[in-house]
């Protein structure tokens, strides 16, 4: 089972290849350019070093939101076109799922959290792998008092962002290293080929971006109304 994945839900954009559980390559690109200019040279780099041609995928896989607005539809419109021109189907991975999947093994709670501007977070739950709060949008401090005092790795680019008044509300946080702190496509690979084996792969027409709430351009448009 050979999957093409990417993530374009934050800053940085990845692409990744694996063959079952196995990553087979990964290509990171930080750079500061938009995903439009990075992702298609990042899906020709990763399956030209992992050796495996596009018509050969099994599947292909989006992180589908949380995240960046723009960076999400570049993510989901690029799967989608390569899917239908394979004739291939697609797996859409939230993008909580795919960030968690970095802590993979970690026992005891994992929190993801993704800066949503505003004090507020894109946020999950996890104790021992099991999600045990859905992917939601959340004020930080909201969410510090739903973990109560209960010990947590974190990671997301929220981190950087709201390290210190984490470890204010929760001294006993801890918080992933430098490489598994920010989501990469290696972890959509991984969510995606468990959720190919729960049966839930789908056509390329159906894979949409969850955003999880509206943009500040659409929330300024209702204010107006």
């Known amino acids: 089972m050979k999957i093409l994945a990417l993530d374009t839900s934050g800053r940085a954009c990845s692409a990744a290849v694996a ?28 399956l030209l070093r992992a050796g495996i041609a596009m018509g050969e995928m099994d599947a292909f896989a989006a992180a589908v939101g949380p995240g960046s607005f723009t960076g999400l539809r570049i993510g989901v419109n690029t799967v989608k076109a390569m899917a239908q021109a394979q004739g291939k189907p697609v797996l859409a991975v939230s993008t909580m799922d795919a960030l968690a999947a ?9 929190c993801p959290i993704l800066d949503a501007r505003n004090r507020q977070v894109y946020t999950a739950l996890y104790r021992d792998g099991r999600k045990i709060l859905a992917d939601c949008a959340l004020p930080i401090g909201e969410l510090l008092e739903k973990i109560g005092g209960a010990d947590a790795l974190f990671l997301g680019d929220g981190v950087p962002v709201f390290r210190e008044e984490i470890r204010a509300a929760l001294p006993g946080a801890r918080f992933a290293p430098g490489n598994l702190l920010l989501q990469r496509a290696g972890g959509v690979c991984r969510e995606a080929f468990a959720a190919w084996q729960r049966g839930e792969a789908m056509d390329a027409y159906s894979i949409k971006p969850n955003y999880l709430r ?6 300024m448009k209702k204010a107006r109304q």
Do not use: F, K, M, W
Not at 102 to 109: K, Q, V
């Open 19 to 46: 063959e079952d559980e196995t990553l087979l390559c990964e290509v990171y690109i930080d750079r500061g350019l938009t995903h439009s200019v990075t992702l298609l040279p990042a899906v020709e780099d990763c």
């Open 102 to 110: 970095n802590a993979a093994g970690t026992a005891g709670l994992v």
């Open 214 to 219: 509206e943009s500040q351009a659409e929330r």
